[in-house]
């Protein structure tokens, strides 16, 4: 069978995101560099898909209280935010008792940050909960705001694009094509702003519980809000990207947002290397999985 990044079924989904057919026979990372990517599980044949993670090697994104934003109140789903330590705790707690189905609901009635209460429709997810590959975005637009979905629109029909041009179908019900996608921000900033510190505090808690359940074998953050939330870092995409990180023992691969691609066309070359990182970490993965 054909390498994915070899395959000529994809000519079109490339043709489609903009690359030409030159790239399609590259591969972006090098087999050395892509064992440092790899969890060390991997390395010794005993990856196991989902597999947990020690602990200790986690690298956790700052808490709100290290980047210097207030608590607010979050058990409180239906109340304007508050400065209660105790009651961020009580948010907290809940948030890390519900499943997913639990957190959607409790995303689609949060006003614990001043974007509830604007919102038509909390976004919190689109695909298969079982993928290996969890994409991370930035915060709703308009059109998702109304659908209640992440990445419609140009950009997402963009990102369609790029993961089919690495065999990847967010409506695939294989695990193994399949693709889950979530925001850091669950609701609309209004006019498209960027989100604000304390908005990406309060909602990052659930973001962290998303993956946790979630347990993805490989994280792909799109744009600055998402890389700089999973990789703890103020770095920009252009320094983020093709650079070695985790978020706690999952491998973290930045690039940019599709809707920044639709402006800056001419990054897309980048933006393949990256993808080409995804799947030879996929492949990685699934070649050390258990049969
Ligand atoms: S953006 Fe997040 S924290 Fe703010 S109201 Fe929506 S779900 Fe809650």
Not at 132 to 148: C, F, K, N, Q, T
């Amino acid at each position: 069978m054909a390498h994915p990044l070899r395959d000529p079924s994809r000519l079109a989904a490339l043709r489609v995101f903009g690359l030409p057919q030159i790239f399609v026979l590259r591969s972006a990372l090098g087999a050395g560099e892509l064992t440092a990517l790899l969890p060390a599980a991997a390395q010794t044949g005993s990856f196991a898909p989902h597999a947990p993670s020690p602990p200790a090697r986690w690298v956790a994104p700052a808490s709100a209280a290290a980047r210097g934003v207030a608590p607010a109140d979050a058990a409180a789903t239906d109340a304007a935010p508050a400065t209660s330590p105790r009651a961020q705790g009580s948010r907290l707690q809940q948030i890390d008792s519900l499943d997913l189905d639990g957190l959607r609901a409790l995303s689609e009635q949060c006003r614990a940050c001043k974007l509830g209460a604007q919102r038509h429709r909390a976004v919190f997810s689109a695909g298969n909960k079982e993928a290996s590959l969890m994409i991370v975005g930035e915060a709703p637009g308009a059109d998702e705001d109304r659908m209640g979905e992440p990445f419609v629109g140009a950009a997402g029909r963009l990102l369609d694009n790029m993961l089919r041009a690495i065999g990847l179908d967010r409506n695939a019900a294989d695990p193994a094509r399949s693709v889950y996608i979530a925001n850091v921000i669950k609701c609309r900033p209004p006019g498209n702003r960027n989100p604000e510190p304390d908005e990406v505090a309060q909602c990052d808690p659930i973001l962290q519980r998303q993956i946790a359940l979630l347990r993805p074998r490989v994280l792909l953050a799109l744009g600055r809000f998402a890389a700089q939330a999973l990789t703890n870092s103020t770095e920009p995409v252009g320094r983020l990207r093709q650079q070695r990180m985790r978020y706690r023992d999952v491998p973290v691969i930045v690039t940019y947002h599709p809707a920044y691609l639709l402006r800056t066309p001419m990054d897309k070359a980048k933006a393949w290397l990256d993808l080409c990182a995804v799947r030879d970490l996929l492949d990685a993965g699934a070649a050390d999985s258990p049969a």
